[in-house]
């Protein structure tokens, strides 16, 4: 079961925006709309932050977004803040794997 | 709100079984929208998916994991466990617990909320 890709760390200035992008496969990120992102900050369990490629749970910030194009999903910060600092890993649901599940390999943010 | 929590021993020895419970409050385990699963991090590294059950009883397990998982349920208690068998020091991780949304069957999608998770170390 290989993970999604996601690049090691992006950086942003406060107020900037940042985009962090996971990268699939037509059995995954492409062939479905069934992608999530998770922020970690350090010693913390993972938060649901997206679902289903662009949906926001109830009381996450709409400074975070999502989106998809092709086998690539992304997420991206708007009005970055200090206490957006963390880790993000997206996730999506896969067809070609007995466990129909998988992460991204994380995406570590630091704000400047 | 619902909660999960982990708990079992956090100091396991090397070629024995680690095993783990995750314990659910504020709704049932027996929801049929939900799967309930096991994630597990080692220290400074990525997510890893063990493996997730349905309150039938069906399974979904990494197939790196398979040989050595036994993840199982108990709706009468509300909690489902993890059982990892020969374990190596590579299985050092904090281990969480979560619920796992099912669309349709086979199809399984974001996971939320999750457990604080517990960290069990390998020792030789």
């Known amino acids: 079961q290989s993970a999604l890709t996601q690049p090691g760390a992006v950086s942003g200035s406060p107020g900037q925006s940042i985009t962090i992008s996971c990268s699939g496969t037509s059995s995954d990120v492409g062939g479905y709309n069934y992608v999530s992102w998770y922020q970690q900050h350090p010693g913390k369990a993972p938060k649901l932050m997206i679902y289903d490629v662009s949906n926001r749970p109830s009381g996450i910030s709409n400074r975070f977004s999502g989106s998809k194009s092709g086998n690539t999903a992304s997420l991206t910060i708007s009005g970055l803040q200090a206490e957006d600092e963390a880790d993000y890993y997206c996730s999506s649901y896969t067809s070609s794997s007995t466990l129909p599940y998988v992460f991204g390999t994380g995406t570590k943010v630091t704000v400047l | 709100q619902l909660q999960l929590q982990e708990s079992g021993p956090g100091l396991v020895k090397a070629s024995e079984t680690l095993s783990l419970t995750c314990t659910v409050s504020g709704g049932s385990i027996s929801s049929g929208s939900y799967y309930w699963g096991w994630i597990r991090q080692p220290p400074g590294k990525g997510l890893e998916c063990i493996g997730s059950?349905?309150?039938?009883?069906?399974?979904y397990y990494n197939p790196s994991l398979k040989s050595r998982v036994t993840i199982s349920v108990d709706t009468s208690k509300n909690q489902f466990s993890l059982k990892l068998s020969s374990v190596t020091a590579a299985d050092t991780a904090v281990y969480y617990c979560?619920?796992?949304?099912?669309?349709?069957?086979?199809?399984?999608?974001?996971?939320?909320?999750w457990g604080q998770g517990t960290l069990v170390t390998v020792s030789s």
């Open positions: 979560a619920r796992h949304r099912r669309v349709v069957a086979g199809t399984l999608n974001w996971f939320d909320p």
């Open positions: 059950i349905y309150y039938s009883g069906n399974t």
